[in-house]
């Protein structure tokens, strides 16, 4: 299996997909501000401001609309949930003095996380469930507060991912 190549994912599950590549964008902008020898404090608060308004609505979506589809005792919905736990604590350690190391595994983790939804979880909901249930995920979905994903025209102005001249 290509690695990078776009997964045809189902409309009913297109909503959570679109919402990873913002969160493929976040670890970009963690990496790069990383790279940029952006004072960790300034990514840190990113990283804060990220989860308050997309990942916390998003794992929400995930744990409260999705999961009373599958079955609870899926080793794949237990992953989902072990892994929302780890993501949470590691971005509540933030705050604490931020530390590069833990930013930079923070990146890799959430990287890694959303390419396990996208090639096993959501793949195994789409292969298990009916297309009744599906729908009704998406239009559970549609009726939730969406993630904020443009963090410019929603008050976070300082782009330190951006490489300064």
């Not at 045809?8 to 501000?33: C, M, N, T, Y």
């Not at 949470?88 to 931020?98: F, T, V």
């Not at 595994?105 to 959430?110: G, Q, R, S, T």
Request: glycine share 2%.
């Amino acid at each position: 299996m290509d690695d990078n190549k776009p997964i045809k994912r189902s409309k009913e599950l297109a909503p959570l997909s679109r919402e990873h590549h913002d969160g493929l964008q976040f670890v970009w902008k963690i990496k790069q501000g990383l790279a940029n020898d952006t004072p960790l404090e300034l990514i840190r608060d990113y990283v804060r401001w990220f989860w308050l308004n997309h990942i916390k609505q998003h794992f929400r979506d995930e744990e409260k609309v999705l999961v009373q589809f599958l079955p609870a005792h899926s080793p794949l919905v237990k992953q989902m949930i072990k892994d929302h736990a780890q993501i949470r604590d590691m971005i509540l350690s933030l705050d604490h003095e931020p530390e590069r190391d833990t930013l930079k595994m923070l990146a890799d983790f959430v990287n890694n996380h959303i390419r396990f939804e996208e090639r096993e979880l959501f793949a195994y909901a789409e292969k298990t469930l009916t297309p009744e249930q599906l729908s009704s995920i998406y239009l559970q979905l549609e009726n939730e507060p969406h993630c904020d994903t443009d963090p410019m025209a929603i008050g976070w102005k300082e782009e330190f991912w951006m490489k300064k001249k």
